[in-house]
């Protein structure tokens, strides 16, 4: 395996960054060592994949140890959330929407045109492979749409999000992941990883009111497990478990679950 550090990767500039987590434990780095060897052989072209999964499931973390695993088997790699692919907050205001309240924030949140056009299509094996990888800040609002980079043609773009596998979004991906983890667990590392910077009981009200309550709307709409290439079990970091894979998709490499 090469280096990771010597094949290019490319990054959002969202100032909306986590940094890349140190390794946890050998069966951790097992499962995401198998993980990128299974997408490495879809295809030698561009590829695009999806991290999906509650709120605080682990989803950038996990994308970032993909992303270093992939660069160490030789493969370009793109990093973009779809948090950097928002409406600014001014729209709800100028445009008269609602982004605050659960059914809100799924409905109208998202910005798909510009994730569609600017992120997913341009990486596609036949698109342009100019790319931008940060739509518009969610912190500072500053618009980067004409910030690109051009992607090699072996590259691997890999995308956190919730809501990825949602119809506007479902076509493009040539491979889905699925973190699960339980709703609890979900609403107490969300509440705990916001309470220094919202405190506690307003971090408690939105991840119950507004991020849990889209995240219902999108299972019962879209049954995103069903759609996962592969569903890994993320409630223990330490031992995440890969145990099922999309139904009709077995013909997928799928990584090992020890």
């Known amino acids: 395996m090469e280096s990771a550090s010597s094949v290019p ?56 140890e993909l992303a270093a695993a992939l660069r160490r088997r030789g493969r370009p790699t793109l990093r973009a959330s779809m948090d950097d692919f928002k409406h600014p907050w ?33 990486m596609a094996p036949e698109g342009s492979g100019v790319v931008t990888l940060c739509a518009h800040d969610p912190l500072t609002g500053v618009d980067h749409r004409l910030s690109t980079v051009q992607a090699p043609n072996n590259a691997v773009l890999i995308v956190d999000t919730v809501f990825a596998f949602r119809p506007e979004y479902s076509e493009h991906w040539d ?37 849990h309550v889209a995240e219902a709307i999108y299972i019962a709409e879209v049954d995103p497990m069903a759609k996962a290439d592969v569903i890994i079990d993320n409630t223990d970091f330490a031992h995440p478990r890969a145990w099922a894979a999309r139904e009709g998709r077995a013909d997928r490499p799928q990584p090992s679950s020890e």
């Open 9 to 64: 990767q490319f990054e959002s500039v969202s100032s909306w960054r986590q940094p890349v987590p140190a390794p946890v434990s050998p069966a951790r780095t097992k499962l995401i060592d198998d993980l990128a060897a299974s997408i490495a052989q879809l295809s030698p072209a561009r590829l695009r994949i999806a991290v999906d999964g509650y709120t605080a499931a682990g989803k950038t973390s996990l994308a970032h």
């Open 90 to 122: 001014r729209d709800a205001r100028e445009r008269g929407y609602d982004r605050t309240s659960g059914e809100g924030y799924y409905r109208n949140a998202y910005d798909f045109t510009s994730a569609q056009e600017l992120l997913l299509r341009p």
């Open 175 to 211: 491979y889905r992941i699925w973190l699960d983890i339980d709703q609890d667990l979900s609403l107490l590392r969300g509440v705990t990883r916001d309470e220094a910077i919202e405190g506690h009981d307003e971090a408690a009200r939105v991840h119950r009111d507004r991020y």
